[in-house]
């Protein structure tokens, strides 16, 4: 069955780094467009990044624009996301996605503090 497994989240100062992966099984991970997306305290899902099956980026959300990078390994069937100079509001549940849904993984929690 499909399975899809983020990992790297954790607790990071404000213009920290982290980077987000997500391992995949159970599908054809090189013909799918993969996005991220969050989901803070309180807020509903925001779609952060899609990546196209080959490799471009498809879309941004104007709040990670310059500062996150989406990626993807498809010899590896997993997507990344390298977050740099995090933001409190960058504080979330990230999930990743196949095809923009309804298979996900079960999150991974970012938080940004001092």
């Known amino acids: 069955q499909v399975q899809l497994v983020e990992s790297g989240g954790g607790l990071v100062q404000p213009g920290g780094s982290l980077r987000l992966s997500c391992a995949t099984s159970?599908?054809?991970?090189?013909?799918?467009?993969m996005s991220w997306a969050r989901q803070a305290p309180g807020k509903g899902l925001e779609w952060v990044a899609d990546?196209?099956?080959?490799?471009?980026?498809?879309y941004y959300a104007d709040s990670v624009e310059g500062r996150f990078t989406i990626s993807r390994d498809n010899a590896k069937n997993t997507l990344y996301l390298q977050m740099n100079n995090l933001k409190p509001e960058d504080t979330a549940v990230y999930y990743c996605?196949?095809?923009?849904?309804?298979?996900r993984g079960q999150g991974t929690q970012v938080t940004v503090s001092s």
């Open positions: 990546i196209a099956p080959g490799g471009w980026t498809e």
């Open positions: 159970g599908f054809g991970f090189s013909s799918y467009t």
């Open positions: 996605y196949k095809n923009k849904g309804p298979d």
